[in-house]
């Protein structure tokens, strides 16, 4: 099936740096949304990109939808302790259908305070 | 303003017992979704439905696997004669507005 590959697997940062992130299909996408995992619960949505080119923000975080629409980031600035956890892509397009999320592996953020 | 809830949140069976999840949309969402994830991975669709109807169960088993989502209740993701291959977490998610899916906590079920 369709997948999404996220990289990096794993970042080990200091508090205070930024970290960047970034997710690629070798098929294009409709919509790509960026949730972050914590150990035990479930996914919660970040941020949601629907058009070519959006860059959008929330708080210190900020993601754009690649122009191609086969790719996308997310950046986080001047990390803090609670920033801890697993970030996980999803995106949804016109070969897997509208209504299903295909999901990467994830990026675990461990922060050293 | 509740969000999207599950339960049970553990479910513990032995092989060959049938399991049942059950998820509660938020409120004013008609649209329910289950995943399944493995550890270390990411979450891989199951099946999509609205109320009464199931609209694309492609990334459901073809056995053993069933799920509903009633006129009244919660959708209920139903796994009969389980085996240890089934272990993992289960999250439902739910939308009002396309793509935008809220998760839920998850049932995370353990075959032994």
């Known amino acids: 099936g369709q997948q999404l590959n996220q990289s990096p697997q794993s970042m080990f940062i200091q508090e205070g740096e930024d970290v960047s992130m970034n997710c690629t299909s070798s098929?294009?996408?409709?919509?790509w949304l960026w949730y972050k995992q914590e150990p035990g619960e479930g996914p919660v949505l970040l941020i949601a990109?629907?058009?070519?080119?959006e860059l959008t923000s929330n708080g210190r975080l900020t993601a754009q939808f690649g122009i191609t629409r086969k790719d996308s980031f997310l950046n986080i600035s001047a990390s803090i302790p609670s920033d801890v956890g697993i970030y996980f892509c999803?995106?949804?397009?016109?070969?897997?259908?509208?209504?299903?999320?295909?999901f990467g592996q994830g990026t675990r953020l461990t922060i050293n305070p | 303003n509740a969000g999207v809830m599950q339960n049970p949140r553990h479910l513990v069976r032995r092989r060959g017992q049938e399991a049942r999840l059950r998820c509660s949309p938020m409120k004013g969402h008609s649209h329910v979704y289950w995943y399944r994830q493995l550890p270390e991975e990411g979450l891989k669709f199951m099946v999509y439905l609205q109320k009464e109807n199931i609209i694309d169960e492609s990334g459901m088993p073809k056995e053993r696997f069933s799920a509903e989502f009633p006129k009244e209740g919660p959708s209920i993701l139903r796994i009969q004669q389980v085996v240890r291959g089934d272990s993992a977490a289960y999250f439902c998610a739910s939308s009002g507005q396309p793509y935008e899916q809220y998760f839920g906590p998850g049932t995370r079920l353990t075959v032994t």
């Open positions: 098929s294009i996408f409709n919509t």
């Open positions: 990109l629907y058009k070519a080119g």
């Open positions: 999803a995106g949804s397009g016109p070969i897997q259908g509208a209504q299903k999320l295909v």
